[in-house]
């Protein structure tokens, strides 16, 4: 296990190099990098649409047409740009291993601190909705394993299959229409977490107001997130509940309860607690553009979808890192809990 664990810990470095060496060529091309905006902004064109290279590391930018080169190369060291890309490359791996992700070029921020002022929404939304999912689904795909076939089951599926079916942006519009003010009722409301007077009310009356802001929002993403992870629970359950260790036992006279839960409930639980590591992370930093954008909340997913379109490359090759190397992490701990679930998994082949 030792040497297993220390291998896919030095796999992970050239992984690393790989991903942020493909973004990093691919940015080296898209137009519109951030020395021609400026330089577009500058000659008063506020749409920025100029050609040349997107990093803004070429020798000459269609859009510098009337401008001192003197300024121009200042504007390129500015941005860090009057170097090779190969240097720029190395020197950014660098910084990046010592956890130095440099500042936004539109921000005026740190990398760092400007995500952290962006996680309250993004870990909001993927607490609640890994929790919500995980308490709704299992239980339920147990239920329905279990009546597998009744009228229960039938119904259930269809609201969950039509549930799953509905994109979660589309749900949110419908949302706000009917209870955000849109056309209806105006019960909920559709911007930011908290009220503007949330400091000034009591611990109660603050719970109760973050959980009234988060009740649309969440209500969205959860619909459809829950449906997979119910009918993976319910066919897991039956996968088990056909095998004949189950039939031994209720031949023995075993309560089908203590079957269910004594010799079933383990083995299926199986590949659903295995996938809690990557789900847990994913819920928490993945976030969700379209659900921020519909209620109006200023998370990671608004910050990423900015960040492209700006060309603020340090936040995305920073946050590009900081998520690829949170997912080789969690691909590791993912293998250990499978270990630790069934001991009877072993990477003694591989090694």
């Given amino acids: 296990m030792a040497a297993y664990l220390l291998r896919r810990l030095l796999l992970m470095i050239p992984t690393l190099i790989g991903i942020m060496g493909l973004t990093f060529l691919v940015v080296q091309f898209v137009p519109g990098g951030p020395v021609e905006r400026l330089i577009s902004q500058m000659k008063h064109h506020p749409d920025g649409e100029v050609g040349g290279g997107g990093s803004g590391s070429g ?5 510098a047409n009337g401008l001192d080169p003197e300024q121009i ?3 390129e060291k500015l941005y860090g740009f009057d170097k090779p890309p190969l240097e720029r490359f190395v020197r950014m791996l660098w910084n990046y291993a010592r956890f130095d992700f440099g500042a936004s070029y539109y921000h005026d921020k740190q990398v760092v601190d400007l995500v952290i002022e962006k996680l309250p929404v993004s870990i909001s939304l993927g607490l609640w909705t890994f929790l919500l999912t995980y308490l709704i689904s299992i239980p339920l795909g147990i239920r329905k394993a279990v009546r597998h076939g009744s009228r ?4 259930t599926s269809t609201i969950v299959l039509v549930g799953y079916s509905i994109p979660g942006f589309v749900l949110g519009i419908l949302l706000v229409v009917l209870f955000g003010g849109g056309s209806f009722w105006d019960l909920f409301p559709i911007r930011n977490l908290v009220s503007d007077d949330w400091e000034s009310l009591a611990w109660p009356a603050r719970i109760a107001d973050y959980l009234w802001h988060m009740a649309l929002p969440l209500t ?8 997979v992870m119910t009918m993976l629970t319910k066919n897991s359950f039956l996968e088990e509940m056909s095998r004949q260790y189950v039939i031994t036992a209720r031949a023995k006279g075993l309560e089908e309860r203590s079957v269910l839960y004594g010799h079933v409930f383990r083995n ?5 607690i295995t996938g809690f590591p990557g789900s847990f992370v994913a819920a928490f930093f993945s976030g969700s553009l379209l659900i921020e954008t519909i209620f109006n909340l200023d998370g990671l997913g608004l910050l990423g979808f900015d960040s492209v379109m700006n060309r603020d490359y340090p936040v995305v090759m920073a946050t590009l890192y900081f998520f690829t190397l949170l997912g080789l992490l969690t691909r590791i701990v993912t293998d250990l809990t499978y270990v630790l679930v069934d001991p009877r998994i072993t990477f003694e082949g591989a090694e």
């Fill in 220 to 227: 969205a993403s959860v619909l459809g997130s829950f449906a």
């Fill in 59 to 63: 020798p000459a930018y269609r859009g």
């Fill in 73 to 75: 190369q200042a504007l």
């Fill in 152 to 155: 229960f089951d039938t119904v």
């Fill in 268 to 272: 299926a639980m199986i590949p659903l």
